[in-house]
């Protein structure tokens, strides 16, 4: 087999950058993912109430090259810029806490972003990929029903650390790498009121206890809901301890923390719903950029190999993307 045909396992952000930078230079591409849809831990959960972020709320912008590729998103309408009034809390002390950073949401949600880029590339969805095979001249993948998928020149595994390292069974030294990056649980609620809360909050840092960021989406760019809507994202430490908690439980602590935080009246929410990330964030971060094995044409991408942040994926992925083409 001498033509070039990628494989590419995950399609959130990593994934799909990668997708993206290979599609435009003319290499054929075929996506697998597990979910229903793409995005990852940028994927919105549609809900009676709407649309709902549940994984990423927003994210910066350091690199040079990713800032051009958001001026691109916000060209497209994917992206615009969110000024919240930002606070933080500090044993139970709530504080403006203004800066200057830029930060971007999705608009009119997270999703718009991944939908945009996955675009019309060719996908397979409700396909989870169990191995990955590589034979005399080329890849195969297997999935959780038994199918093949394949012929692939080269493969890229473009899921979180832990999945990473299952599918990079062909290629122990790799795999090996990647069970070494563990990663953090995190629970995270979404709280929506009948009538808006009496605070100027739109985003506050929580810097210990339970929760450790709390972000309201009315405000946002682009947000139509009804009721007014709240994120509440939990501390990897705190949901570490209380991971198989059900759902009611975990909505009922969170939102006792919130109430008493958020320094207003709280009335019981007229809707609460639960999304545990089993693997939420990277437990550090790490200066790898991507795992691959030119000479076998394998490549693991994700924020797991940089930081753990929209930002670490995307460069991720370009950078999976980049070296593939270079080994051409
Ligand atoms: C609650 C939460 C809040 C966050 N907030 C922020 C924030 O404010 N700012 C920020 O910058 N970042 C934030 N992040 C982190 C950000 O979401 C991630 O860094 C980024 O989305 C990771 O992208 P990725 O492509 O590396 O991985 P993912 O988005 O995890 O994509 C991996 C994909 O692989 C698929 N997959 C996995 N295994 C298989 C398999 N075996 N077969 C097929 N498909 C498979 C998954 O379904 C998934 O779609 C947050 C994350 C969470 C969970
Ligand atoms: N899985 C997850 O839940 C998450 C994974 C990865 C990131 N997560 C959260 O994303 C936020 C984005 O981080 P970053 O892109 O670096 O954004 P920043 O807004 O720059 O925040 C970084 C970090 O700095 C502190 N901070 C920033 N601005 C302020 C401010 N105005 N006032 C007080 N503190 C600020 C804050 O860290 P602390 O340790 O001080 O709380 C921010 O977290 C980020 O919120 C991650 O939690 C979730």
């Known amino acids: 087999m001498n033509s070039v045909f990628v494989a590419i396992i995950g399609t959130g952000m990593a994934g799909l950058t990668a997708a993206r930078a290979l599609d435009k230079a003319g290499i054929a591409v075929q996506l697998f993912d597990k979910s229903r849809g793409s995005g990852g831990r940028?994927?919105?959960?549609?809900?009676?109430i709407g649309t709902l972020d549940m994984g990423t709320q927003y994210f910066t912008a350091r690199d040079r090259n990713f800032r051009t590729a958001i001026r691109e998103w916000q060209e497209q309408g994917w992206v615009a810029e969110w000024k919240p009034n930002l606070y933080q809390a500090r044993e139970g002390v709530l504080s403006a806490s203004p800066d200057e950073?830029?930060?971007?949401?999705g608009i009119p949600h997270t999703s718009a972003?991944?939908?945009?880029?996955?675009?019309?590339?060719?996908v397979t969805f409700s396909c989870r990929i169990t191995e990955v095979f590589h034979g005399p001249t080329h890849w195969t993948l297997q999935d959780?029903?038994?199918?093949?998928?394949?012929?692939?020149?080269?493969?890229?595994?473009?899921?979180?650390?832990?999945?990473?390292s299952a599918l990079l069974a062909a290629v122990p030294v790799l795999a090996s790498t990647a069970t070494s990056a563990t990663m953090d649980p995190v629970w995270s609620v979404a709280l929506g009121f009948e009538k808006p809360l009496p605070t100027e909050v739109q985003g506050c840092f929580?810097?210990?206890?339970?929760?450790?960021?709390?972000?309201?989406?009315?405000?946002?760019?682009?947000?139509?809901?009804?009721?007014?809507?709240?994120?509440?994202?939990?501390?990897?430490?705190?949901?570490?301890?209380?991971?198989?908690?059900?759902k009611e439980a975990v909505i009922e602590q969170l939102y006792g923390v919130f109430a008493e935080l958020i320094g207003c009246t709280v009335p019981a929410p007229a809707f609460?719903?639960?999304?545990?990330?089993?693997?939420?964030?990277p437990a550090q971060p790490h200066e790898w950029g991507v795992l691959g094995n030119a000479g076998l044409g394998v490549y693991a991408c994700g924020d797991w190999c940089l930081s753990g942040r929209v930002e670490g994926a995307w460069l991720s992925g370009s950078e999976a993307a980049r070296r593939l083409l270079v080994q051409l």
């Open 144 to 164: 959780a029903s038994g199918q093949g998928h394949g012929p692939f020149s080269h493969v890229i595994i473009a899921t979180p650390a832990p999945q990473a």
């Open 101 to 105: 950073q830029e930060r971007w949401v």
């Open 42 to 48: 940028m994927a919105s959960k549609r809900s009676e």
């Open 272 to 281: 609460a719903l639960a999304h545990r990330w089993l693997y939420g964030r």
């Open 113 to 122: 972003i991944t939908r945009g880029l996955l675009g019309d590339l060719p």
């Open 206 to 246: 929580v810097q210990d206890g339970p929760l450790e960021w709390i972000e309201r989406d009315r405000g946002k760019p682009g947000r139509d809901n009804r009721l007014d809507t709240w994120g509440l994202q939990a501390s990897s430490n705190w949901t570490r301890k209380n991971l198989d908690l059900p």
